[in-house]
């Protein structure tokens, strides 16, 4: 969304539904929902004061444990999470992990193959971060220390009012070097340097550490409980950006601005202390934080400074992750965004302490997102919040799941793997990484995409409170997040395991290059693409090395729990290998050559998944599954699905055969100079062309079929004339244009009886256009108006063919401007049929993901 007007329906929604928001993170009792980054957005960019000064007069950063109704709980969680661990670690640095844990690989080391629509997404988003300008991305940083400021700051989130400026730099900072990591882009380089110098300056300019692009007065209204935005979460993004340049772009001034800025928080949290309390600085953190902990573990990696761990310490918000440590799933009501990165951060304490109440503070946030808080997609939060365990039918709506939540997410399970390589948490990074993350970007547009993932029945990715975001003008948190997930695409592909038996896990089908210098090979995985009408995924792996053969080394292949555990085959050149049946790992030894090929064939499964929620009457809210893409079907509202009695998925569900684009068409006819398409709504009208962020594509296309049913290609005007043709809408199989008798409108109808027409050359004599006659009414032709203009309903007319009848009952026809998805599927049910494809491909076309499906 463009501009800061509010819509009231969305403040009613937040307010009905986050009235239980918990004092754990709520800043206002009695206006749970300023808690939401949406709603802060307002308040920072607001003009109405009247309203602001009413929403700030219930302010507060509370401490959960000493009131309301959960306050016992929170304070015996609280007690433990602080005798357990806050105060017993003895981290002396010297801490040696587990030795088999997994190795993350180098994103300097992988590369992503071009036909693979990863490289795709990777690729839109580099052109994004190469079409940010610098002097703009910076210049609130040089605002706030003092420095001449050349150019214009940009808009957004990024804009002067908002109190959240500069969070996104810190992203950049991030995204930049994954990007130049995976791709070795020296645009990229050149532009991230070019911050780097800026921020460098800026602190020195500054010369207390201190390191931002708003002032430090945020946080003495924070810490004396003033209003303000979320400043740690900024820092939380400056500093990780700044690590990143350092771990992944070797900028040793990084780190050094890192260090000094870690110094001025460190100085700050004790000056609170000491002058106030630790309970008041834990009350600070009631305030979105971001991952202070997360980034502060990681410099604590890096320096082995115990002051850092210290400091990482006191941002392990006591409130909530007392909570996963009495494995109490008490996180409805949490703002989900803000919790889970502490659990990251958690989680990087146990890789560098070793402490195992660390570590079992994840795995079980894990399992409740998992097993009750999530979505299909794998996505979590509705309207930025977790709701109730196991309701998630009711938590359904156009703003469900905010993107970044999935990003943070991808983190958990990530590091879940490498501590245990089970195939559970590499399956859930698919689920996640597939459908929360590779479609919030708008096709090949850089620089447009989501904040939240709308999946009610006939949402549309274009219609949430934000819908579609804009390069310049929107930099949400989600566009944050989203730059580093794309530009860190080629990540968790590929794990290496140490020691004795070196050996490499691949955990996602990726087509990518891994160079393992450790195995002294390069792996090139090259994955088919998948399809519908063929269920298998296929993939080679190949080898090249310029160091002869590589040492002997285990190669582990996931077996993902979606395979159908019949009918796979796996081969190392010339021999079969059996399958483990899915959840295992394919393991082969071998000193890996050049001469040597390593296939895999997995039967895809279609598959539904009941929804999350317990109660019985929302037993049959299920999603579709292909493999590991979730399947949505084009529905402006239903997602109601009677199968009738069937015994298996394939007898209702079926695959759309790459051969039917070739039968898509669209109409269209010239109105002055304007071009007017053929479209059907609730009735058949002549519109403007559709326009982005409309879903009318879907609706202006139709595909032929023959008067036996049989398919018709459309390849040029001339090899369709004289055929007698039926119209499908593209996304209403099943349906067809029907005409109603002379002078009445068309219709989109069930029955096939007056729905052929025969294909004529143009009656207006043009050679790109045809005439379409009724075959049951010869003589009679689909009509617009001799007075054409948009909104004209279609008829059939039987006049004596003057020229502006002519005119009229001709069509300019062409291939069709939608097209099919090779993953598509139709849904038969006994009400209405549907057309289904990964709910990753949708733009702007409206479509249902959970179905009522009864038989
Ligand atoms: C910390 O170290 C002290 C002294 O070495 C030891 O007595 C104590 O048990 C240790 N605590 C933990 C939690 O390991
Ligand atoms: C970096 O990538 C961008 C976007 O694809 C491209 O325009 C630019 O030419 C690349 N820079 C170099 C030095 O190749
Ligand atoms: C970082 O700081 C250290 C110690 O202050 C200094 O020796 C080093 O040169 C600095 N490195 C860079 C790249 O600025
Ligand atoms: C998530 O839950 C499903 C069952 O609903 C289970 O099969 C799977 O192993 C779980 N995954 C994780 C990562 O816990
Ligand atoms: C239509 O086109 C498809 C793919 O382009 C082709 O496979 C098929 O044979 C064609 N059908 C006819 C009837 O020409
Ligand atoms: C053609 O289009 C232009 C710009 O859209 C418009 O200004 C002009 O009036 C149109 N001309 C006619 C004849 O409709
Ligand atoms: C579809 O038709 C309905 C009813 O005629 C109308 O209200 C609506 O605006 C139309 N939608 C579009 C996108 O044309
Ligand atoms: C597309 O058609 C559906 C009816 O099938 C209608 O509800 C919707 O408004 C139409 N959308 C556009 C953009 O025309
Ligand atoms: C066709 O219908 C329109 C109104 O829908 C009417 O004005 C016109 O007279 C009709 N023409 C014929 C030939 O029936
Ligand atoms: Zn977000």
């Known amino acids: 969304m ?77 007690e433990k999470f602080d005798n357990t661990m806050l105060r017993n670690t003895n981290a ?5 992990l587990p030795g088999d844990f997994l190795k993350e690989v180098s994103l300097h080391d992988v590369r992503l193959l071009p036909n693979s629509m990863h490289w795709r997404a990777q690729q839109t988003n580099l052109e994004y971060l190469v079409m940010l300008d610098v002097d703009r991305l910076v210049w609130s940083f040089r605002k706030t220390a003092g420095l001449p400021t050349p150019g214009a700051p940009y808009g957004g989130w990024e804009d002067q009012k908002m109190e959240l400026r500069g969070h996104f730099l810190g992203h950049y900072l991030s995204a930049t070097a994954m990007a130049w990591a995976s791709t070795r882009n020296e645009t990229v380089k050149q532009k991230m340097d070019a911050v780097m110098s800026v921020l460098s300056e800026c602190q020195k300019k500054i010369g207390t550490g201190y390191l931002s692009a708003f002032p430090s007065e945020f946080f003495d209204r924070l810490e004396n409980l003033v209003y303000v935005w979320a400043p740690y979460y900024t820092i939380h993004k400056i500093m990780a950006g700044l690590l990143d340049q350092y771990t992944l772009a070797n900028n040793g001034q990084a780190l050094n601005i890192t260090i000094w800025m870690a110094d001025y928080f460190n100085t700050r949290v004790q000056n609170l202390i000491a002058r106030s309390s630790l309970e008041r600085h834990y009350q600070t953190l009631n305030d979105e934080s971001g991952g202070m902990n997360d980034v502060l573990y990681k410099l604590y990696g890096i320096t082995k400074d115990p002051k850092h761990l210290k400091l990482a310490e006191l941002f392990d918000k006591p409130c ?31 890789e560098l302490t070793g402490d195992e109440q660390s570590m079992a503070m994840g795995t079980f946030f894990m399992d409740i997102i998992n097993s009750s808080h999530s ?90 409170y934000h819908g579609w975001g804009d390069a310049f003008d929107s930099f949400w948190c989600c566009y944050g997040t989203g730059i580093e997930s794309f530009a860190k695409l080629g990540d968790s592909i ?179 100079n304007s071009s007017l398409v053929l479209m059907k709504n609730q009735s058949v009208t002549i519109e403007p062309w559709p326009a982005a962020g409309t879903g009318g594509d879907a609706n202006a296309t139709f595909r032929l079929i023959g008067n036996d049913q049989r398919p018709i290609n459309f390849t040029t005007v001339k090899n369709v004339i004289s055929k007698q043709v039926m119209f499908e809408p593209f996304d209403f199989p099943g349906k067809l244009l029907m005409q109603q008798g002379n002078n009445d409108s068309l219709v989109i109808a069930n029955n096939p009886g007056n729905s052929v027409f025969q294909v004529n050359a143009g009656l207006d004599g043009k050679p790109d256009t045809v005439s379409l006659e009724s075959v049951s009414r010869k003589g009679c032709f689909v009509f617009s108006d001799v007075n054409l203009k948009a909104g004209t309903a279609l008829k059939l007319n039987c006049q004596q063919p003057d020229d502006g009848f ?48 009864t038989n």
């Open 2 to 78: 463009k501009g800061v007007v509010f819509s009231n329906v969305l403040i009613y929604f937040l307010l009905c539904n986050l009235a239980f928001a918990k004092e754990c993170v709520n800043l206002f009792p009695n206006k749970a929902e300023l808690a939401s980054s949406t709603m802060r957005a307002k308040l920072s960019s607001i003009n109405d004061e009247a309203w602001k000064k009413e929403m700030l007069s219930s302010y507060q950063l509370r401490s959960p444990a000493n009131e309301g109704p959960e306050a016992s709980k929170f304070q015996a969680a609280e």
């Open 320 to 350: 909530f992750l007392g909570l996963l440590a009495v494995k109490a799933d008490n996180i409805a009501g949490l703002h989900a965004n803000t919790h889970i990165p502490l659990v990251c951060g958690v989680q990087n304490r146990y």
């Open 494 to 672: 590929y794990f290496e395991q140490e020691g004795k038996g070196p050996g490499v896990y691949i955990i996602q089908y990726i087509s990518s290059t891994f160079d393992w210098k450790a195995g002294q090979i390069v792996i090139h995985q090259n994955v088919d693409p998948v399809v519908s009408w063929d269920q298998n995924l296929r993939m080679a792996l190949t080898f090249t090395s310029n160091k002869g053969p590589g040492v002997s080394s285990v190669l582990n292949l996931r077996i993902p729990f979606w395979a159908n555990p019949n009918g796979g085959k796996a081969t190392l050149n010339k021999d079969n290998l059996q399958i483990p049946s899915p959840g295992n790992f394919l393991s082969v030894t071998r000193a890996w050559s050049p001469d040597e090929k390593l296939f895999i064939q997995l039967p895809i499964n279609l598959r539904t998944e009941a929804i999350k929620d317990d109660r019985p009457q929302y037993a049959s809210l299920q999603a579709i599954f292909y493999g590991p893409y979730l399947l949505a079907g084009y529905s402006q509202h239903d997602h109601e699905i009677k199968t009738g009695p069937v015994k298996s998925l394939s007898e209702w569900i079926t695959p759309i055969p790459a051969s039917y684009n070739a039968g898509l068409v669209t109409f269209s006819q010239k109105s002055g």
């Open 806 to 853: 002519k005119q009229a009952a001709s069509f300019v026809m062409q291939k069709g401007i939608s097209q099919y998805h090779p993953i598509s599927f139709l849904a038969k049910g006994s009400n209405r049929n549907y057309l289904l494809a990964p709910l990753l491909s949708f733009r702007d076309e409206s479509y249902s993901v959970y179905f009522n499906i």
């Open 92 to 96: 002396t640095g010297d801490f040696k």
């Open 375 to 464: 979505y299909a997609t794998g996505g979590t939060s509705h309207q930025e919040f977790w709701t109730d365990p196991k309701r998630i039918a009711t938590a359904l709506s156009a703003e469900t799941e905010e993107s970044c939540t999935t990003y943070n997410m991808l983190k958990v399970s990530r590091y879940l793997f490498k501590w245990t390589k089970q195939v559970t948490y590499a399956d859930y990074y698919e689920r996640a990484l597939t459908n929360g993350v590779l479609g919030i970007q708008r096709g090949t547009e850089p620089g447009v995409m989501i904040y939240m993932l709308p999946l009610s029945p006939g949402s549309s990715k274009a219609k949430s």
